[in-house]
């Protein structure tokens, strides 16, 4: 697990960014993080560069913008982070390309960010800034639906732990970071990965069983390694629909995946990623 000495949690103001404040406090709180808080301005030609508007007029509208986002981060979450170590930052330009861009510079271990889906139909969205980042980001990545529900008056408890695998490259430190998380939280962590369904129930039973057995072995070698105690599931079916099933009975309070996995040999999580993200009923961190 790449040391979490330090947190990014981008800010737009909005609910859903006070909820993934709450976690990154809980995060910070129990890894001795450091915290940045960092706001994007957009540049005003992005906004109003169709309209005709005054060069000197939009040069006033920019700075009294600059000046009220000042303001709003300085006092953000004032109360609730009181006693984390904690930074305010604000840049300019396009805010996905910026988020990468400082996470990198600034060697950030992890990023804690909200999906920004919206009501009912939530489950469908996934909002462009944090895909490009999930895209992007050579870090962790903290994100999911739910996050303008954490809870306001304490920090959360992370007693179970589900962390999906596709068997590519990036699945063992998946389950590394997974494994971190379970011995820092003292969590239950179980282990699932998603074949394909059979079609042909005579030929094909058979097939799958030892393709089966392959997997649990592999993953076994996986547990050993990075020194946990997993419970291992092997399902057949779609991936999303089998990873958030789970997480779901496991009533999961996290879930991880690995999202660099160029392509998995069976579930191929990295193409279901987003799916996954979307329809988690918990956060989601994709490694």
Not at 58 to 72: F, I, W
Not at 174 to 184: C, N
Not at 185 to 191: C, E, I, K, P, Q
């Amino acid at each position: 697990m790449k040391s979490l000495d330090k947190i990014l949690l981008p800010v737009d103001f909005s609910e859903r960014s006070l909820g993934a404040a709450r976690y990154a406090k809980t995060l910070t709180g129990r890894f001795g993080s450091e915290l940045t808080l960092l706001h994007v301005l957009t540049p005003p030609h992005y906004e109003f560069g169709a309209l005709e508007i005054g060069g000197s007029m939009l040069t006033e509208l920019y700075a009294n913008r600059a000046e009220q986002v000042d303001k709003e981060l300085e006092t953000f979450m004032a109360g609730e982070l009181t006693g984390t170590k904690a930074t305010r930052v604000v840049l300019e330009g396009d805010p996905a390309r910026r988020i990468v861009e400082y996470a990198h510079e600034e060697g950030i271990g992890l990023v804690v960010m909200p999906t920004h889906g919206y009501g009912p139909f939530r489950q469908f969205i996934l909002g462009s800034i944090t895909a490009k980042v999930l895209h992007d980001s050579d870090c962790p990545v903290w994100t999911g639906v739910h996050l303008e529900e954490a809870p306001q008056a304490r920090p959360m408890a992370f007693q179970n732990i589900v962390c999906a695998v596709d068997m590519g490259p990036q699945s063992c430190q998946a389950l590394e970071w997974a494994t971190a998380m379970q011995k820092a939280f003292g969590a239950r962590l179980t282990v699932v990965h998603a074949m394909p369904c059979s079609h042909n129930a005579t030929q094909d039973d058979a097939r799958l069983r030892e393709m089966e057995l392959a997997v649990r072995d592999d993953l076994a070698r996986m547990r050993h390694s990075s020194g946990t105690d997993a419970e291992l599931v092997v399902e057949a079916g779609e991936a999303p629909k089998v990873v958030c099933e789970l997480a779901q009975r496991e009533k999961a309070e996290l879930l991880v995946i690995g999202r660099g996995s160029a392509a998995g040999v069976f579930g191929r999580l990295r193409t279901n990623a987003y799916a996954i993200i979307r329809q988690s009923p918990c956060p989601v961190v994709s490694v």
